[in-house]
T-cell receptor, first 113, second 110 residues
Framework: NAGVTQTPKFQVLKTGQSMTLQCAQD?????MYWYRQDPGMGLRLIYY???????DKGEVPNGYNVSRLNKREFSLRLESAAPSQTSVYFC????????????FGQGTRLTVV | QQQVKQSPQSLIVQKGGISIINCAYENTAFDYFPWYQQFPGKGPALLIA?????SEKKEGRFTISFNKSAKQFSLHIMDSQPGDSATYFC?????????FGTGTSLTVIP
């Protein structure tokens, strides 16, 4: 059981380049999330998807777009990368109802130069 | 605006000691309070969680204390071990929306 799988694990981009971070879960979860983790800032929600076909902005959505391709996959796109987007990105998923655990992927370490 | 405030930012404890991490929240609509543990290079993983209808939950050496009236909750790690060295995040959640604290880097010295 793979859980939540993110690709790639590492990426270096030049300012202005675009890229898509991929995430897939095999736990049949409806809810999926993208977080970024920065020193001293904790985990901040970028976008959230409650179900296939729906997405909502989180705390820090500027500069990002998302696609909930199907129930399994939730991708995060940077259209024009900026140095401020250097961070570690985590995808997560959770099941139905309250009191439910969020499962995280291994993370993508992105550096924008 | 930080929904969940966590302290301290870092903590150094001797092996066998007690580690205490504190969190506070404002939104009384939160109904689930998990703690996550993260090792370097890994994603966070659920450690222990509590609902607001109980004041304490214990799992092995890990205990959550919850004070609903003060809107505060804390993680206590008893008999801390070097293997507990990690970053700990508290969180508050409602309807599958999770809000995380800023994290505490715990180092347990042998």
């Amino acid at each position: 059981n793979a859980g939540v799988t993110q690709t790639p694990k590492f990426q270096v981009l030049k300012t202005g380049q675009s890229m898509t971070l991929q995430c897939a879960q095999d736990m049949n979860h409806n809810s999926m999330y993208w977080y970024r983790q920065d020193p001293g800032m904790g985990l901040r929600l970028i976008y959230y998807s409650a179900s296939e076909g729906t997405t909502d902005k989180g705390e820090v959505p500027n500069g990002y777009n998302v696609s909930r391709l199907n129930k399994r996959e939730f991708s995060l796109r940077l259209e024009s990368a900026a140095p401020s987007q250097t961070s570690v990105y985590f995808c997560a998923s959770s099941g139905e109802g309250g009191y439910t655990e969020a499962f995280f992927g291994q993370g993508t370490r992105l550096t924008v130069v | 605006q930080q929904q969940v405030k966590q302290s301290p930012q870092s903590l150094i404890v001797q092996k066998g000691g007690i580690s205490i991490i504190n969190c506070a929240y404002e939104n009384t609509a939160f109904d689930y309070f998990p703690w996550y543990q993260q090792f370097p290079g890994k994603g966070p993983a659920l450690l222990i969680a509590i609902r607001p209808d109980v004041s304490e939950k214990k799992e092995g050496r890990f205990t959550i204390s919850f004070n609903k009236s003060a809107k505060q909750f804390s993680l206590h790690i008893m008999d801390s071990q070097p293997g507990d060295s990690a970053t700990y995040f508290c969180a508050a959640a409602r309807s599958n929306q999770f809000y995380f604290g800023t994290g505490t880097s715990l180092t347990v010295i042998p």
